[in-house]
T-cell receptor, first 115, second 113 residues
Framework: NAGVTQTPKFRILKIGQSMTLQCTQD?????MYWYRQDPGMGLKLIYY???????DKGEVPNGYNVSRSTTEDFPLRLELAAPSQTSVYFCASSYSFGQGGETQYFGPGTRLLVL | GENVEQHPSTLSVQEGDSAVIKCTYSDSASNYFPWYKQELGKRPQLIIDIRSNVGEKKDQRIAVTLNKTAKHFSLHITETQPEDSAVYFCAARTMEYGNKLVFGAGTILRVKS
């Protein structure tokens, strides 16, 4: 089991460029999440998905888009990169509600720098 | 929506001492409270969690207590070791966005040997 994997590990973007952050999990989790972590701060939820074909906004969705065509993959798209999107991005996954279903497993993160 | 406050923001202890980190939450409907440990440059990892029907939970040197009336929960680490040095995040689960967790801002724990 690889768990949750993310690519790339690090990326530098110019203002206005676009990119997709990839996230894959092999635990058959139906819930997946994208967080951003700014320096010295906690994790803020960007988007989440409760299953293939279903996505919804979290606390800070502006400037991002997501899709969920399969159970395993949950890519995050930045269309017009801005310096405010400089952050570390974590993908996470979990089972649904219920005993033992709450634990979220995080990927290794993608460090993004927008200049 | 749910708001989680975490204190202190930094905590330095001598090896072997205890460390306590406290969090308060605002949504009385929140029912699940995990604690995550994040080492420098690494991903957050769950170290312990507690559900609202339990007041205390222990796992070796780590314990979590929950006071639903006061809406606060705490992480207790006893006999601290240098490898406990990390950032610790508390979180509360709200039903507002699916299985959403709202995270505290984190506590940097430094264990001095």
């Amino acid at each position: 089991n690889a768990g949750v994997t993310q690519t790339p590990k690090f990326r530098i973007l110019k203002i206005g460029q676009s990119m997709t952050l990839q996230c894959t999990q092999d635990m058959n989790h139906n819930y997946m999440y994208w967080y951003r972590q700014d320096p010295g701060m906690g994790l803020k939820l960007i988007y989440y998905s409760v299953g293939a074909g279903i996505t919804d906004k979290g606390e800070v969705p502006n400037g991002y888009n997501v899709s969920r065509s399969t159970t395993e993959d949950f890519p995050l798209r930045l269309e017009l990169a801005a310096p405010s999107q400089t952050s570390v991005y974590f993908c996470a996954s979990s089972y649904s509600f219920g005993q033992g279903g709450e634990t979220q497993y995080f990927g290794p993160g993608t460090r993004l720098l927008v200049l | 929506g749910e708001n989680v406050e975490q204190h202190p923001s930094t905590l330095s202890v001598q090896e072997g001492d205890s460390a306590v980190i406290k969090c308060t939450y605002s949504d009385s409907a929140s029912n699940y409270f995990p604690w995550y440990k994040q080492e420098l440059g690494k991903r957050p990892q769950l170290i312990i969690d507690i559900r609202s029907n339990v007041g205390e939970k222990k796992d070796q040197r780590i314990a979590v207590t929950l006071n639903k009336t006061a809406k606060h929960f705490s992480l207790h680490i006893t006999e601290t070791q240098p490898e406990d040095s990390a950032v610790y995040f508390c979180a509360a689960r709200t039903m507002e966005y699916g299985n959403k967790l709202v995270f505290g801002a984190g506590t940097i724990l430094r264990v001095k040997s």
